[in-house]
């Protein structure tokens, strides 16, 4: 029953033709533990563009380039507001995105969902909605969002929403959404990424690393405590503005400014500019004791 | 790229196209549940997953509404591969694709009986090719976002030529289905149909290293030769047998005839020369 190439298969080929050359801008990082994410080539000197929710770790940073070479990549500035992180890698002539104007995206247009979690990944869906100024689950406030019904799969997050011509539509985060296709604007990712590169969003900095704990069951109904995970500190750099608070290796952070903290995207979504160089509150559970301190944070250079 | 009016024949090739599929679509049902399977020729042979016939029987309907038993031919487990036979004939049948030449975004189309419900087409593009890490398993699957659910297992999944290009066995997340490639269904039936030296023997792993033969069909090429009960297969044809599957292994690659096998029996070395039969496993 095979047919002559007809409309349908043409179709077919222009949308795999679209995956292959928009994957050549296609980015797979790591840098949290054993779940790859993607992110998008923005320059082709080795600027790179990630979703800010995938860096669970600030160090040892790698991207995968579409022709295989694993690159360390320096994490130059990230947004959690808007969920968007800028990264570098050493490599010269790297393909990038055309940006599609957003002018001409419309609801119901065809948009591919592109990722490489590990190898090439794509889905298939239209532009569902388009909208204006929102706050996202981070506590930043976006201008603009698409939204698309192509299927955002484990690891696609900070890789493109693409149009038929392959042109940037936007970037996927699914994290903004809670679980439906949500994505940042091309035009508004642009402007958010040469304020990251100028250092124009500035962000505060403890000097810890550190890593989710859940809190024991008992531990939680003796000191009156409604969250169950909470930061480990496994790292406290000397002279930082944590060591200067009094924080040490082996406390578990458990509020930052009254806010609890279950994982590492809670305190850095909290690290905002306006909070560097003012006290700040922070409740610490030390040898099986609340402890309330206080913590200068410093600005990230 | 397309013109406005290649939107609307896009359209229409894809309504026939799905037409065409369903006449080479049957709903599988066992006491298991619902299962779909493609016709593989016209002279009733049907493929499906193995998972959609836990037994060796189930019924089989066509879309023309026929309801026949289908009685299993060979199963592949570790493909989730099975082969049936249904008693009818000139029936329309798919051609198959070339798995290997499948590109990530290509439009596919999937059929099958979602939940019991017949003749139903799904369409997305093809999302990734190859081993899925999740499943920690070598097998390559042709991953795409068409949405499937119980029911479509053993369905086609085809290109926008109707080629078959995989079987649709397992969703892994929603919206994330695999398909067992073409290439390896060919490859099963190749296997399932290849005639292939038979002994006539039951064995076990001997725990002392070699095979032990348990029983010995009579009539046998192996009771002609005269392989006994509590015999230990050490070689075939001079390849080292240390397990049954080493056994099988070798049976099914050495060539038919004849074959030599070294044996211990009553702590002697015995080497034999015997003509196998030949038999298909399906």
């Known amino acids: 029953m095979a047919e002559k190439q007809g409309a349908l298969a043409e179709l077919s080929d222009q949308l795999a ?16 533990r054993g779940h790859p994410a993607s ?7 080795g600027r790179i563009v990630a979703a800010d929710h995938t860096l669970e770790r600030e160090e040892d940073i790698r991207v995968t380039l579409p022709n295989g070479e694993s690159h360390r990549a320096r994490l130059l500035a990230r947004d959690p507001g808007a969920d968007l992180a800028l990264l570098a890698v ?25 990722g490489r979690p590990s190898g090439l990944m794509a889905s298939l869906g239209v532009v569902s909605a388009l909208g204006g100024r929102w706050r996202t689950a981070t506590g930043g406030v976006l201008d603009a969002y698409v939204r698309s019904d192509a299927m955002l799969y484990p690891g ?97 952070l458990l509020a930052f ?37 206080q913590v200068v944070p410093g600005e990230r250079s | 790229m397309l013109g406005r009016w290649s939107v609307f024949a896009a359209s229409d090739e894809a309504a026939e196209l799905s037409q065409r599929l369903l006449d080479r679509v049957v709903m599988i049902r066992s006491r298991h549940g ?11 042979l049907v493929v499906t997953n193995s998972h959609v016939v836990p037994q060796q029987e189930a019924e089989v309907r066509t879309r023309s509404g026929e309801e026949v038993r289908g009685t299993l031919l060979a199963r592949d487990t570790r493909r989730d591969l099975a082969a049936l036979s249904i008693p ?57 976002d068409v949405s499937l659910v119980p029911g479509n297992s053993g369905g086609p999944l085809v290109d926008v030529g109707g080629k078959v290009i995989g079987l649709n066995s397992m969703v892994i997340t929603p919206g994330l289905s695999l398909a067992v490639p073409s290439a390896e269904v060919t490859a099963f039936l190749q296997e399932a149909f290849r005639p292939r030296a038979f002994l006539g023997v039951r064995v076990v792993d001997a725990p002392v290293g070699g095979v032990m033969v ?13 392989i006994q009960r509590f015999d230990l297969l050490l070689a075939v044809n001079d390849r080292d047998v240390r397990s049954v599957g080493d056994l099988e292994r070798a049976l099914r690659t050495s060539s038919p005839s004849p074959l030599r096998v070294r044996l211990l029996r009553d702590g002697r070395a015995i080497l034999l020369e015997l003509e196998p039969d030949l038999r298909t496993a399906a």
Do not use: C, M
């Open chain 1, 17 to 32: 033709d679209v995956v292959e050359a928009a994957g050549t801008w296609v980015v797979r990082v790591d840098a949290r």
């Open chain 1, 39 to 45: 992110g998008i080539v923005w320059s082709a000197d």
């Open chain 1, 90 to 114: 050493e490599a010269e002539g790297l393909a990038s995105p055309v940006l599609a104007d957003p002018s001409e995206v419309r609801v119901g247009q065809i948009a591919l969902a592109l």
């Open chain 1, 156 to 252: 696609f997050s900070g890789g493109p929403l693409v149009d038929v011509r392959g042109r940037l539509v936007a970037i996927n985060s699914w994290h903004l959404s809670g679980g439906a296709g949500f994505g940042l604007p091309a035009a508004t990712a642009q402007r958010l990424v040469e304020a990251l590169a100028s250092g124009g969003v500035k962000r505060g900095y403890l000097g810890i690393a550190t890593q989710p704990v859940a809190i024991d069951e008992s531990l939680r109904a003796r000191l009156g405590l409604s969250q169950g995970r909470a930061l480990l500190l496994v790292g406290v750099e000397p002279g930082s503005p944590a060591d200067r608070a009094g924080l040490l290796l082996g406390d578990v």
């Open chain 1, 257 to 293: 400014d009254n806010a609890e903290l279950s994982g590492p995207e809670d305190l850095q979504a909290l690290l905002t500019h306006d909070r560097v160089g003012r006290p700040v509150p922070i409740r610490v559970l030390r040898g099986g004791q609340l402890t309330e301190l």
């Open chain 2, 34 to 44: 619902v299962g779909s399977g493609v016709i593989w020729s016209p002279s009733g």
């Open chain 2, 88 to 144: 009818l004939r000139d029936l329309p049948s798919v051609e198959v694709g070339d798995s290997g030449s499948v590109r990530v975004g290509q439009l596919v189309l999937a059929a099958g009986s979602p939940f019991g419900v017949r003749d139903v087409i799904t369409a997305g593009v093809v999302t990734a090719v190859g081993p899925v890490s999740a499943l920690r398993s070598p097998l390559s699957f042709i991953q795409s």
């Open chain 2, 214 to 226: 348990v029983g010995v069909e009579p009539g046998s090429a192996a009771e002609r030769a005269g």
